[in-house]
């Protein structure tokens, strides 16, 4: 199965700025996938990366709140922008799946809007 | 859209005991994932169900898939602490070619000694 590698982590942000989370994988995937999960809650999909083309956003998820840039098979960012502490979230991405082994999800970034 | 419903939503189990999660789908399933999430971290990938009646075991879990029902249970024999952590079922939709999860409301799993 793929291998993802997240960053950053964790980050603790002031509100009204951006952060960008990166997603590196080992190997070349067609899609890539990115995931909110707020507290106590339930994961959400944001939107669906596909190298070469616009990212399609779930409902309630806009471009300009959540640029996605997937500039090559192995890689995806996600812009969370302008950011309040709503956004406080474990942020995930995650890519289609390969064999048996399911959709494989990177490490998470946990963030923190102050 | 699609829903799906976990119970319980939190469990509190004492080790070496048996338990059952169950997650039950408001749409026909087209397959269900399991996975384990440890608190603020990552997914752990358990097991994929791709059709009714299927049955799959790893170590000691057991997961099963009731097309019928719309349910998928998920067994842990003799708990250990190593299981604590939340739950999440994930079910592809059926759009061919665009497979995206939507996922269960989680059952958090806590291992009493």
């Known amino acids: 199965s793929a291998v993802i590698s997240q960053k950053p982590s964790r980050d603790i942000c002031q509100r009204g700025t951006s952060l960008t989370i990166q997603c590196q994988v080992d190997?070349?995937?067609?899609?890539m996938f990115w995931y909110r999960q707020q507290p106590g809650q339930s994961l959400t999909l944001i939107a669906t990366?596909?190298?070469?083309?616009?990212?399609?956003?779930e409902s309630g998820f806009v471009i300009d709140k959540f640029p996605i840039s997937r500039p090559n098979l192995t890689f995806s960012t996600l812009t969370v922008s302008n950011m309040s502490p709503e956004d406080s979230s474990i942020y995930l991405c995650?890519?289609?799946?390969?064999?048996?082994?399911?959709?494989?999800f990177g490490s998470g970034t946990r963030l923190t809007v102050v | 859209s699609q829903e799906l419903e976990q119970s319980p939503q939190s469990l509190i189990v004492q080790e070496g005991k048996n338990l059952t999660i169950n997650c039950t789908s408001s749409?026909?399933?087209?397959?269900l994932y399991w996975y384990k999430q440890k608190y603020g971290e990552g997914l752990i990938f358990l097991m994929m169900?791709?059709?009714?009646?299927e049955e799959k075991s790893h170590e000691k879990i057991t997961a099963k898939l009731d097309e019928k029902k719309q349910q998928s249970s998920l067994h842990i024999t003799a708990s250990q602490p190593s299981h604590a952590g939340t739950y999440l079922c994930?079910?592809?939709?059926?759009?061919?070619?665009?497979?995206?999860?939507?996922f269960g409301t989680g059952t958090r799993l806590t291992i009493i000694p």
């Open positions: 990366a596909n190298q070469g083309s616009e990212a399609t956003y």
């Open positions: 994930g079910a592809p939709s059926p759009n061919f070619g665009n497979e995206k999860l939507t």
């Open positions: 749409k026909t399933l087209y397959g």
């Open positions: 190997s070349q995937v067609t899609m």
């Open positions: 169900l791709q059709k009714g009646g």
């Open positions: 995650s890519v289609d799946r390969t064999d048996s082994y399911g959709y494989t």
